[in-house]
């Protein structure tokens, strides 16, 4: 069992960066790839990125590509993603992710804990 809990959400404007967190507690944190995803009002959940157990592979979507980075410190158990030019079109409600598999997987379904979700708004 594995426990994600995000943190770093809020309301900005369009352009401005924000980095979310996510503590895992529980299972050893780097037996576990992690996602980000994104719910938009009236949205599917959708793949945001994704990084690997050591870190040294990610994954993008391209509505993100150059503008989000996903990284994770495995002392600290946290994953984070870097949000900087943000644009209205990013307003959801974000959610971390860990997956046990061991082909990179992009789906909702593909993914075996997940937290509790944190809102971003950005504003125009």
């Known amino acids: 069992q594995v426990q994600l809990v995000e943190s770093g959400g809020g309301l900005v404007q369009a352009g401005a960066s924000l980095r979310l967190s996510c503590a895992a507690s529980?299972?050893?944190?780097?037996?576990?790839?992690m996602g980000w995803f994104r719910q938009g009002p009236g949205k599917e959940r959708e793949f945001v990125a994704r990084?690997?157990?050591?870190?040294?592979?990610?994954n993008y979507a391209d509505s993100v590509k150059g503008r989000f980075t996903i990284s994770r410190d495995n002392a600290k158990n946290t994953v984070y993603l870097q949000m900087n030019s943000l644009k209205p079109e990013d307003t959801a409600v974000y959610y971390c992710?860990?997956?046990?598999?061991?082909?990179?997987?992009?789906?909702?379904?593909?993914?075996?804990?997940w937290g509790q979700g944190t809102q971003v708004t950005v504003s125009s």
């Open positions: 990084i690997s157990r050591s870190g040294d592979v990610t």
């Open positions: 529980g299972r050893t944190f780097s037996r576990f790839a």
């Open positions: 992710a860990a997956e046990s598999g061991y082909v990179v997987s992009l789906a909702p379904d593909e993914y075996d804990y």
